[in-house]
């Protein structure tokens, strides 16, 4: 009885090489680039002692600014993601003059800096700004408020929406639309049940994406919100507070909590985008 | 339900697809629209659908002008070549679409919808199938689903695309056995378009030939491959080779040789002889026109032999094989003579359509 060879499989025999190293290379720069300076944050965290950390999880001031942040960033990408689809539809399915130059502007926000952005939308939503003089005497208030926070986080948000489901849109094959046609469906059927469901994961995609965004943006939404605790804070000027008053420990408390719940949340957001990718995504 | 086209003309940019077209598609026929690239087949079967509007003329279902009827309500099946089957729907719910998207008082209720689409996949022998996705499944059987999805509505005519293009061969004959059953079944008015003459004449109770936006001739599969109006049906349908001829005093001419073939009411002038493989046939020297065999191939399960003929120009003809004739050979002299051919006028455009034939037909024009 010679002892059976066994030998750790963990991919099949392929024809294509370089599985070892490319594996190895993922490992790594993950390691070196996302995971090490992470794992100094929850490092340096540890050092609250649990006691310690409880105390900065349940101050009313920062779970206050924790809301806000993720509150406003899940509105936020919602909008984006819908009004992101409709961009990129007009934009893929229409041909108009200017359509480049449209096209060419939706990625401004990507490049502009954010900080730049925020005094923009600042002064233009403050009530003797542009658009804020004409809400004004509406009793909607912009500037200084978390709607403010909102519509900085939609301006950064809205590029990652668009262009993750534009290249779905370009894919659609016309023949089905016509298909959906002969067999008696109105517009809005073919647009509900033959266009909208294959675009389903690229919308999930871009939503996670302009969420992440949103949560993380801190340049733009600074000079726009009005910074009030309570009411217009978010963690990351909370940090930033921290990190100005030397108390290190506490600012990656909480960071560390912000990650928690970012992680989990898009955690939560990419197991239903494979489901949909699975239900809807039959290539 | 018969279909009538009156007039269409149809035009892309400058191009014209479709120039005054005149068709009849009997209640109840299976026709074929026969033609090149570019000869506006797909175009027409396109407007009868109701897929593109024409800049003028009518289509009349029935006695009804269908012309302005927008696509949705015009009762039409239509199969894509390439199936366009929603993919992210079963097949099931592919078949069920067309009944789900009817308005709340004309849709029937679950279970006849479930019924309905279990005959209709047992019609097109998918029974079992229902539950999976079209990408889980064959070229074939997705075509299969198409056709299902089309019948589902119970359309007053079905339209179908090249519905046989993008499978092999085999699938190929197969779907159409299927689709020749289920038109026998339903009795449906059916027009499929297709560029494969022998599709078109197997399956067809008519075909119609276009070419260059223009229907040049309809009739049953016999009468265009026996009995062909013109030069470019000539061509186009069945297997044939040409000769430069010229018409004098009613008889056909090849350069000095009388041809055992009569002119057809062709006028007096230059002319082109077409002969089908078997309209030749081997000769003593003496009674016919010398050539060399230049190659031998099997084609439509006999054997066909190429031969050059003497002389100036070195026209090409084909002549099929008979038993006995088996032991000829590559680079052999034969003598050949016409027992039968077709003669069209040599015209210009003759030439061209010749050119752009698919296949058979390599003599130079004069």
Not at chain 1, 56 to 68: E, F, K, S, V
Not at chain 2, 232 to 251: D, K, Y
């Amino acid at each position: 009885m010679a002892p059976a060879v066994r030998r750790l499989r963990v991919r099949a025999p392929s024809a294509i090489p370089g599985f070892g190293i490319a594996l190895g290379y993922t490992l790594a720069y993950l390691g070196l680039v996302v995971l090490l300076p992470l794992s100094a944050l929850v490092f340096k965290t540890a050092g609250l002692g649990w006691a310690g950390f409880a105390a900065i999880a349940g101050d009313p001031r920062i779970l206050a600014a924790l809301r806000t942040s993720f509150g406003v960033a899940f509105a936020a990408a919602v909008v984006a993601s819908l009004f992101g689809l409709l961009i990129a539809w007009v934009l893929t399915r229409y041909r108009f003059p200017g359509r480049r130059l449209v096209d060419a502007a939706v990625d401004l926000p990507f490049a502009l800096p954010t900080a730049v952005a925020g005094i923009a939308l600042a002064t233009l939503y403050a009530p003797n700004g542009w658009a804020g003089g004409v809400l004004a005497p509406w009793g909607i208030k912009v500037a200084f408020t978390p709607l403010g926070i909102f519509v900085a986080l939609v301006f950064v948000a809205l590029p990652f929406a668009v262009r993750t489901v534009q290249p779905l849109i370009g894919e659609i094959d016309r023949e089905l639309e016509e298909a959906a046609a002969t067999l008696g469906a109105t517009r809005s059927r073919t647009v509900l049940r033959v266009i909208l469901p294959p675009l389903l994961p690229g919308v999930l995609t871009g939503f996670v994406l302009a969420f992440a965004r949103a949560v993380g943006e801190y340049g733009s939404v600074i000079f726009v919100a009005g910074n009030l605790p309570f009411v217009s804070e978010i963690a990351p000027l909370l940090i930033v507070i921290k990190l100005e008053e030397f108390d290190y420990a506490g600012a990656t408390a909480v960071a560390t909590l912000m990650l928690l719940i970012s992680f989990s949340a898009l955690l939560a957001i990419n197991l239903l985008e494979s489901w949909s990718r699975r239900r809807f995504g039959h290539v | 339900m018969d279909i009538r086209a009156l007039g269409i003309t149809k035009e892309f940019g400058r191009a014209a697809a479709l120039r005054d077209v005149d068709l009849e598609v009997r209640s109840g026929e299976l026709m074929a629209l026969l033609g090149p690239s570019g000869s506006g087949k797909t175009t027409l079967l396109r407007v009868i659908a109701g897929l593109e509007q024409p800049d003028a003329g009518e289509i009349r279902f029935g006695d009804v002008d269908a012309t302005p009827i927008p696509v949705r309500r015009r009762g039409v099946g239509f199969v894509f070549q390439h199936y366009a089957l929603f993919r992210h729907l079963t097949v099931s719910d592919n078949v069920a679409f067309g009944l789900r998207a009817r308005g709340r008082s004309r849709r029937p209720p679950p279970a006849e919808i479930a019924r309905r689409v279990r005959d209709l996949l047992d019609l097109v022998q998918l029974a079992g199938y229902g539950h999976r996705f079209p990408s889980q499944l064959s070229g074939g059987q997705r075509q299969r689903v198409a056709l299902a999805r089309a019948l589902a509505v119970e359309p007053k005519v079905l339209l179908l695309d090249e519905p046989f293009g993008a499978l092999d061969a085999r699938v190929r004959k197969d779907l159409r056995r299927s689709l020749r059953e289920i038109h026998d079944a339903t009795g449906q008015t059916t027009v499929f378009v297709t560029h494969d003459q022998d599709e078109a004449l197997e399956l067809a109770d008519r075909v119609a030939i276009l070419n260059g936006g223009r229907v040049e001739q309809v009739g049953t599969p016999d009468e265009v491959h026996d009995a062909p109006i013109s030069a470019f049906v000539m061509g186009f349908v069945g297997e044939s080779t040409q000769l430069p001829v010229e018409v004098r005093a009613g008889e056909v001419w090849f350069r000095e040789a009388r041809m055992a073939v009569p002119p057809q009411g062709c006028a007096p002038g230059p002319a082109t002889l077409f002969l089908r493989p078997d309209d030749l046939a081997f000769c003593a020297p003496q009674d016919g026109w010398p050539g060399q065999v230049l190659m031998i191939r099997r084609a439509a399960g006999g054997r066909r032999a190429e031969v050059k003929l003497a002389g100036p120009g070195g026209h090409l003809v084909e002549i099929d094989l008979r038993e006995g004739e088996a032991a000829m050979a590559r680079g052999d002299i034969v003598h050949l003579r016409v027992r039968a051919g077709r003669v069209f006028p040599a015209r210009a455009d003759a030439a061209q359509s010749v050119e752009s034939r698919p296949q058979s037909g390599r003599v130079p024009m004069p």
